[in-house]
């Protein structure tokens, strides 16, 4: 079947620098796609989307690319700080017939080191 | 005060017993959703429900039941648990009204089975 998968499942990073976390989808239906945010002990919280009539868009200290052609999605996050070390979920959503059921990776681990 | 509000937070439960989740919102979202969060099997849907009548099966619906008994409220209920069943349970809801899916989590509820 179809999934939605990491590339790292940990990423290390000094306060300071850009992360970069990726993620892959195989459904070429999804239309939308969300990342998450998931700090210890909390439930996910909500970063940003973008549709896939877009290939980039930006929020504060976030960016979030999407390549259609290759399936690739990433989140990008400049100037890290300690209070982004949590795990990252993308989510990609299809809408057969209106359902947009979104369907989660496994989920990437940043870890800031001040 | 929470958006998205589960009870238990925490629950210890013998095997064989019979276990409820309750899950209510505050968002007034037509969609409700419960998910289940394994260490690296990342969110998993159990799940979910797009109107008080409506109820479907999500990826691992084996052992569970569900009840969205308003628009405001759905419950989980495991009807015999067994110890597989440990793991962290999370509501959440949704409002395509506007277009997309966004989702939006509770807190969690541990699930121990022992």
């Known amino acids: 079947g179809e999934s939605v998968g990491l590339h790292l499942p940990t990423l290390s990073v000094q306060e300071g620098d850009n992360s970069i976390i990726n993620c892959a989808y195989s459904?070429?239906?999804?239309?939308?796609f969300i990342w998450y945010k998931q700090e210890s002990g909390k439930g996910p919280q909500f970063i940003i989307d973008?549709?896939?009539?877009?290939d980039k868009r930006q929020g504060q200290r976030v960016t979030v690319l999407l390549n259609k052609t290759v399936k690739h999605l990433s989140l990008q996050i400049a100037a890290t700080q300690p209070g982004d070390s949590a795990v990252y979920f993308c989510a990609e959503n299809m809408d057969p017939g209106g359902s947009y059921i979104p369907t989660f990776g496994r989920g990437t681990s940043l870890i800031v080191h001040p | 005060d929470a958006d998205v509000t589960q009870t238990p937070r925490n629950r210890i439960t013998k095997t064989g017993k019979r276990i409820m989740l309750e899950c209510s919102q505050t968002k007034g979202h037509d969609r409700m959703y419960w998910y289940r969060q394994d260490p690296g099997l990342g969110l998993r849907l159990i799940y979910y429900s797009f109107d008080v009548k409506d109820i479907n099966k999500g990826e691992i619906s084996d052992g569970y039941s569900v009840s969205r008994q308003a628009q405001a409220k759905f419950s989980l209920s495991l009807e015999s648990a067994i110890p597989n069943q440990t793991a962290l349970y999370f509501c959440?809801?949704?409002?395509?009204?506007?277009?997309?899916?966004?989702?939006?989590f509770g807190e969690g509820s541990w699930l121990t089975v022992v």
């Open positions: 459904n070429s239906a999804s239309d939308y």
């Open positions: 973008i549709r896939s009539n877009m």
């Open positions: 959440a809801t949704s409002d395509t009204r506007a277009g997309g899916n966004t989702i939006y």
